[in-house]
């Protein structure tokens, strides 16, 4: 990696994690003016910043005034750098609908996961944060979408990822509309437990929801 790219992409998370909206921004417009690739800004720059904003969150350094100005930054960012996105086109047009499980209103890493997935040529539906179960089973029928895509941040509502599949397969759809999942409490164990799909974050889910969509 160049030592401009590695030196922007570094300073995209400070400026995240010490909550500089403006610097983000000017930061951002410098990546695409150094002709970087914004699918690594937003991963391997703003997300991270996130990260290491949610680790200092953990370790009581950061409260929640803090974390909700480095994700404003974040997004500043990301403003900058999705219009940047080059799109591919999947050959059909396949759809996905994507929420955070009911009780939970961490939307992050959802967002994050819609932009990539869109990034790859996915239409997607959002049906936001604090989703009902049924909710996501009837969207998905009713648009006849391929994929569900799923996120929690909370151990307490992984369970719903649960009665997703099993609303799916009370209706026999299991095998029509897959169903993925992610975020922090989920591991490929707990996926492959309840039949649904894991990927650890926004740019492998997207790798994830292409092959899902090739299978026969
Ligand atoms: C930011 C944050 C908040 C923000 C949320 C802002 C928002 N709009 O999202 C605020 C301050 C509002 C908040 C509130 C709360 N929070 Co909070 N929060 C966090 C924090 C610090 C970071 C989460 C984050 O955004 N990470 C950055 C993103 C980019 O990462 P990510 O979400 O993991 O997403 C990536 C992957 O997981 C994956 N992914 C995500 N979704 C999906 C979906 C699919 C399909 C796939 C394939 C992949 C995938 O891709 C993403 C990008 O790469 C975490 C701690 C942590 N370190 O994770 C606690 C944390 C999640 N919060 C926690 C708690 C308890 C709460 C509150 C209940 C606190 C309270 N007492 O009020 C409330 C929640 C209320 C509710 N019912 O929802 C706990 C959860 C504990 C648990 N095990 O259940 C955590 C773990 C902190 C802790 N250690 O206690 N929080």
């Known amino acids: 990696m160049s030592d401009i790219k590695s ?9 995240v994690v010490n909550m500089d909206e403006e610097q983000t921004v000017e930061l951002a417009k410098n990546y695409i003016a150094h ?13 991270l910043g996130m990260d290491r904003a949610g680790t200092l969150y953990e370790e009581e350094e ?3 005034p803090e974390l909700l100005m480095c994700s404003d930054a974040m997004y500043a960012g ?42 790859t040529g996915f239409e ?23 994929i569900i895509a799923l996120s929690t941040l909370m151990t307490t509502t992984m369970e719903g990822m649960q009665e ?10 299991q ?8 975020g922090g409490p989920i591991s490929k164990g707990f996926a492959d437990k309840i039949g649904a799909y894991y990927a650890g974050d926004a740019s492998k889910a997207a790798v994830l929801a292409q092959s899902l969509v090739k299978e026969v």
């Open 35 to 47: 002709n970087l690739d914004p699918y690594e800004g937003i991963n391997q720059g703003l997300a």
């Open 175 to 182: 095998n029509q509309i897959k169903v993925m999942i992610g």
């Open 62 to 64: 950061y409260f929640i």
């Open 164 to 173: 997703v599949i099993r609303l799916l397969e009370g209706e026999n759809l």
């Open 124 to 146: 997607v539906i959002d049906l936001g944060r604090d989703v009902p179960p049924l909710d996501f089973v009837n969207t998905a029928k009713e648009i006849k979408a391929d």
């Open 78 to 119: 990301l403003d900058v750098l999705r219009p940047h996105l080059k799109q591919d086109n999947l050959e059909d047009n396949h759809k996905i609908v994507i929420g955070v499980v009911q009780g939970d209103t961490h939307d992050i890493g959802k967002n994050l996961v819609k932009i990539m997935l869109e990034t």
């Open 7 to 15: 030196k922007l992409l570094l300073d995209l998370a400070d400026s």
